[in-house]
């Protein structure tokens, strides 16, 4: 008899604008793997994880089906998966966690010239679009039919050929829409990358779940979190606190042979910008530094 251990199965993009992200985040949570190029399955080394590098529309119906327990996923392309797909298990994933990258919007955007004025303007017009089920309900929602049609990408180039008056597309730095001459007209979703996981889950696959969340955690917190020390006059220490930003409890440090000054540590929990250092140099502080915080568990 052999010993088999039990493994949470992840299905992950495995090429694509979150495919590095995901690999990132996992690495950043101390688990590794190599892959080559053409691999679609791996297992990952010092976690129980094995990942499976899939097609990103694919991934929710991975997750549904069983054959992978989570899976990291943009909500556009989930929530687009529960409306066009005929697999009705979809509707019984749902969203652990969001995981702060692969931000974008999916948009409504216009040639020149074209004068929009509102979902009211589309009323009658040709649309182009990779999200027929999320552009649906949009139009829906907004009385106004339209005509769609369904591209499986470069949806940009449909109003310069004359296949469509607009396009529904995903933006996220605008360049696409601008190279092609087109302008973003209304936000009809908003998405990010997160973390899915199916009905059913054992304990055991569970438990390590619940250790990759923590982890996951732990990466998220300290990519929001910075350490800060400086010093400061004793009798500014209450305006300087109220200066820093998200830090409840700051440590207080004595500096050798001063009476007058401290040093003072704190994590701040929010940005800590160029404009947060001005605002501690004027409220008394002197030597700021700030660093970057590896990892953290409360
Ligand atoms: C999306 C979208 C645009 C581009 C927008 O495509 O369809 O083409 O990204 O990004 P930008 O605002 O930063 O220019 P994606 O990279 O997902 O590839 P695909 O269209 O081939 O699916
Ligand atoms: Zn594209």
Same mark, same amino acid.
């Given at each position: 008899m052999s010993f088999q251990e039990t493994r949470l199965k992840l299905a992950i993009q495995k090429s694509g604008r979150l495919a590095d992200d995901s690999r990132e985040l996992l690495e950043k949570c101390g688990i590794r793997f190599i892959k080559s190029r053409d691999q679609l399955f791996c297992t990952a080394q010092d976690f129980p994880l094995d990942l499976f590098f899939v097609r990103d529309d694919d991934i929710p119906a991975f997750v549904a089906s069983g054959v992978c327990q989570i899976g990291i996923v943009g909500q556009n392309v989930l929530s687009e998966e529960i409306l066009v797909s005929k697999n009705s +298990? %979809? +509707?019984s994933v749902k969203e652990v966690m969001p995981l702060g990258f692969? +931000?974008?919007r999916l948009s409504i955007a216009t040639p020149h010239g074209f004068d929009y004025r509102g979902a009211e303007s589309l009323r009658g017009k040709v649309l182009a679009t990779s999200y #027929? $089920? %999320?552009l649906s309900e949009f139009l829906k929602d907004q009385n106004v039919e339209a005509e769609i049609v369904d591209m499986r990408g470069a949806v940009e180039i449909a109003p310069r050929v004359g296949m469509a008056d607009a396009i529904c597309d995903l933006v996220s730095t605008g360049a696409t829409l601008a190279v092609n001459g087109l302008s973003e007209a209304e936000v009809i979703f908003s #998405? &990010? #990358? /997160? %973390?899915?996981q199916g009905l059913g889950i054992d304990a055991q696959r569970q438990e390590i779940l619940d250790r990759l969340i923590l982890r996951i955690n732990g990466v998220l917190q300290a990519q929001n979190s910075k350490y800060i020390m400086f010093h400061a006059p004793v009798g500014a220490l209450d305006d300087l606190c109220a200066v820093l930003p998200g830090s409840d409890a700051p440590t207080i440090l004595e500096l &050798? $042979?001063?009476d007058d000054k401290v040093a003072v540590h704190a994590v701040c929990n929010e940005g800590v910008f160029w404009e947060t250092m001005e605002d501690l140099r004027h409220a008394g502080a002197s030597d700021i530094l /700030? /660093?970057?915080i590896e990892k953290m568990l409360e």
């Open positions: +298990k %979809l +509707k692969g +931000k974008c #027929s $089920g %999320l #998405s &990010q #990358s /997160v %973390l899915i &050798q $042979g001063r /700030v /660093v970057p």
